[in-house]
């Protein structure tokens, strides 16, 4: 059974960093795009960050440009995404996962959602 396990937020003041980690369990990143999302409450969710199966690639949101840096570590068959000059606006549910084919540059499909985890950033 495949779990996704989301750490790493909490509340933190704007300008502040975080750094947000995903350990799966029941598979592998390996050879996997991975991505993470965010729902805030009363919106949609939307994919904030993406890298390619090798890493060669990195996707992100124009809002969290050049303050997010997705990374990943195959070896630990974890993902993080370091969070820096947070805002108010970054306040949401943050989700990883994992795409469901092998060597795509972008996660596109994707298996059971994980718990996710909450980050709130004051003003």
């Known amino acids: 059974q495949v779990q996704l396990v989301e750490s790493g937020g909490g509340l933190v003041q704007a300008g502040g960093s975080l750094r947000l980690s995903c350990a799966a369990s029941?598979?592998?990143?390996?050879?996997?795009?991975l991505g993470w999302f965010r729902r805030a409450p009363g919106k949609e969710r939307e994919t904030v960050a993406a890298?390619?199966?090798?890493?060669?690639?990195?996707y992100y949101a124009d809002s969290v440009k050049g303050r997010f840096t997705i990374s990943r570590d195959d070896a630990k068959n974890t993902m993080y995404l370091q969070m820096n000059s947070l805002k108010p606006e970054d306040t949401a549910v943050y989700y990883c996962?994992?795409?469901?084919?092998?060597?795509?540059?972008?996660?596109?499909?994707?298996?059971?959602w994980g718990q996710g985890t909450q980050v709130t950033v004051s003003s």
């Open positions: 996962n994992p795409d469901k084919q092998k060597y795509q540059l972008l996660p596109r499909q994707f298996g059971s």
């Open positions: 890298i390619s199966w090798n890493g060669g690639s990195t």
């Open positions: 029941g598979r592998t990143f390996e050879n996997y795009a």
